[in-house]
Nanobody, 124 residues
Framework: QVQLVESGGGSMQAGGSLRLTCSTS????????RGWFRQAPGKEREFVAA????????MYADDVKGRTTISRDNAKATVYLQMNSLKPEDTAVYYC?????????????????WGQGTPVTVSS
């Protein structure tokens, strides 16, 4: 089992920044990396960013690319999401997920474990 806990959400102003943290406990060696997803009210959960444990390869959704950085601390099995130039449309619950074998890094099906989510509200 892998337990994921997100932190760092809250209310922010447009143009500001946020830094989310995903902490892990449990069998981290059974996973391949971490992804961040978000779900706005009334919308489907969507991919934001991901990072592989091995090599640190990163992936980003088009609408956050250039203003978002995902990073990892392998020793702590912790992943961070730094997002700058926040927009009201970034408002959502942000989820951290542990990547399992196979499937795409960009879809929810590729992830085995999920955190409870941390809400982010960006006001204009």
């Amino acid at each position: 089992q892998v337990q994921l806990v997100e932190s760092g959400g809250g209310s922010m102003q447009a143009g500001g920044s946020l830094r989310l943290t995903c902490s892990t406990s449990g069998r981290t060696f059974s996973t391949y990396g971490r992804g961040w997803f978000r779900q706005a009210p009334g919308k489907e959960r969507e991919f934001v960013a991901a990072i592989k444990w091995s090599g640190g390869t990163t992936m980003y959704a088009d609408d956050v690319k250039g203003r978002t950085t995902i990073s990892r601390d392998n020793a702590k099995a912790t992943v961070y999401l730094q997002m700058n130039s926040l927009k009201p449309e970034d408002t959502a619950v942000y989820y951290c997920a542990a990547k399992g074998p196979g499937s795409s890094w960009y879809g929810t099906n590729g992830y085995t474990y999920w955190g409870q989510g941390t809400p982010v509200t960006v006001s204009s």
